[in-house]
């Protein structure tokens, strides 16, 4: 499949996909979008410096950003909590287009930067288990394949990293469904973030239960979106009328 490589306006790299038409993440700054919706904005970065251990479910592996990004916290932090970071990739990039990224500016450790050829190299289909780095208690547990296939049994995780491309060329990825299939991967407490601010994918959220809230959005866009199982986790956030949305949804008002 192709995907060219282009510079964001922060330094990183990100790719246009030719199949889906679309950029795999903010052309303004792919790093910084990533950072401030997933890793902030989600509570992550304040969850690792209390935990012994976290799991964390990516839907969209792309090119690799978010797990660069936190084996780059973990450790410039020193951090020496384990982590098991899940990723669903249903079209991987190939060894060379992984050679071509560049996250320099936001991730200086070469151990951790090389390390992407190498995951591409070896991924075979199915389940991909790497302990990339020699001092990190960070496993990546990658399947690739299609997120309808994915199925591990007793999966349950406290980050859901909703990174697929828009509800208008990625549509599989935002329905009731699938926000359902994830509901069954949660906890109480689970926290899903995602860039994407859409009604539909919001109502789709509320249809499967979860409670939803929006937040500022990243690099001046207006908004983004945070869900979890438990209204207390949202309490610093502006939610959404679940009921309201539900019902919008399964009217049809948003087909
Ligand atoms: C926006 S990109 C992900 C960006 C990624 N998180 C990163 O940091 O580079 C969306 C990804 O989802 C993948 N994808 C799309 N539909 C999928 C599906 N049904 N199952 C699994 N992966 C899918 C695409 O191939 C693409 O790599």
Redesign the pocket.
């Known amino acids: 499949m192709s995907q060219h490589i282009h510079t964001t306006k922060d330094g990183s790299s990100?790719?246009f996909?030719e199949k889906?038409d679309?950029y795999?993440?903010n052309p303004n700054g792919?790093a910084s979008e990533?950072l401030y919706v997933f890793f902030e904005q989600s509570g992550l970065f304040k969850s690792l410096e209390k935990a012994d251990s976290l799991t964390v479910l990516?839907?969209?592996?792309?090119?690799?950003?978010?797990f660069l990004l936190l084996a780059e916290h973990l450790k410039q932090n020193h951090i020496l909590t384990s982590v098991d970071f899940y990723s669903?990739?249903?079209?991987p990039i190939g060894k060379e287009t992984a050679s071509g990224i560049n996250f320099t500016d936001h991730i200086s450790d070469p151990e951790i930067t090389d390390s992407l050829p190498q995951i591409f190299d070896s991924l075979k289909p199915g389940m991909n288990t790497f302990q990339p780095f020699e001092h990190l208690e960070l496993t990546l547990h990658l399947f690739n394949?299609?997120?309808?296939e994915f199925n591990p049994s007793n999966l349950t995780v406290d980050f859901i990293?909703h990174?697929?491309?828009s509800p208008e060329v990625?549509a599989?990825?935002w329905k009731d469904e699938t926000f359902s299939k994830l509901a069954g991967y949660s906890h109480e407490n689970t926290i899903l973030t995602t860039y994407c601010a859409a009604s539909k994918a919001r109502a789709a959220m509320c249809v499967a239960g979860w409670y939803v809230a929006k937040a500022r959005g990243a690099l001046g866009k207006r908004e983004m979106t945070i869900a979890s199982r438990s209204e207390k986790k949202l309490k610093d956030f502006k939610r959404l009328n679940e009921s309201r949305l539900s019902e919008r949804y399964l009217k049809g008002d948003f087909d």
């Open positions: 990100t790719l996909s889906f679309q795999y993440h792919a990533s990516e839907i969209g592996f792309g090119t690799g950003l978010n669903v990739e249903a079209f394949g299609f997120f309808e990293f990174d697929a491309f990625n599989e990825l």
